[in-house]
């Protein structure tokens, strides 16, 4: 058996420690990159959740229309069959009265405006994604839907790591849609969005009022949060 020279010895042992590091700084980098990949499928399969509810919420619309159109021609054929032989023929439904409003185009042209974003944003393309939720808001800045495409208009520029307008957009979003769906989410992403820009005082003072702004959060955004806060070491 070899004894290998003292020198050698304390070179391979120099060595290691090095490799180690360089090994744990690997770990780090592609956790960080891993990470970074589930947040995208996350935010992937929330746009398609949000797409399906709202087709749910427009096949509704119309199954309540057609329900109200199938009463009101109920109600007309038996208005019109009530009468004595001979009597007046009932009135073409035309005549009769004007039937049941429908959706108004714009709605409907909002509806799709916002669905091309979402897909947009899914398929990577930020800067589509950008000018359509821009141009959704602008257009409809009381839709139901605004509060949500001013979220998704922050993680366009978030995914872009164009943080400084991201902070602007979810900083928006929290002012103008506080009791949007998106609102829990929008607080967290302004936070988070501050710890990235190395302002965590203010990242901290957000995440402190999480609690107080939303009670009824979800519990996945309540420890997102208390992971924030412990990221940050907020007291």
């Known amino acids: 058996m070899k004894i290998l020279p003292a020198r050698l010895v304390l070179l391979i ?7 180690a590091v360089a090994q744990r700084g690997g770990d780090a980098v592609y956790l960080e990159d891993r990470f970074n990949q589930l947040q995208q499928s996350l935010t992937n399969l929330t746009g398609q959740l949000e797409q399906l509810q709202n087709r749910n919420a427009k096949l509704q619309q119309q199954m309540e229309k057609m329900q109200t159109d199938y009463e009101y021609r109920i109600e007309q054929l038996e208005k019109g069959g ?29 509806d799709q405006l916002y669905d091309e974003a979402i897909k947009k944003l899914q398929e990577g393309d930020y800067a589509a994604a950008e000018r359509g939720f ?22 366009t520029y978030y995914a872009r790591r164009d943080y400084n307008s991201a902070l602007t957009a979810f900083a928006e979003g929290y002012k103008v849609y506080k009791t949007s769906p998106k609102g829990p989410d929008n607080l967290l992403k302004l936070g988070i969005t501050m710890s990235v820009l190395g302002r965590k005082p203010d990242a901290c003072a957000v995440f402190a009022r999480f609690n107080q702004d939303y009670p009824r959060a979800t519990d996945l955004q309540k420890r997102r949060i208390e992971q924030e806060r412990q990221k940050n070491g907020c007291g």
């Open 134 to 155: 821009k141009t959704f808001i602008q257009r409809n800045p009381q839709n139901k839907l605004a509060g949500n495409a001013q979220y998704w208009l922050g993680e």
């Open 13 to 19: 042992a120099l060595a290691l420690p090095t490799a």
């Open 82 to 110: 009530a009468g004595r032989p001979g009597g007046a023929a009932p009135k073409p439904a035309a005549q009769a009265a004007a039937p049941a409003p429908t959706p108004a185009a714009g709605a409907a042209n909002a």
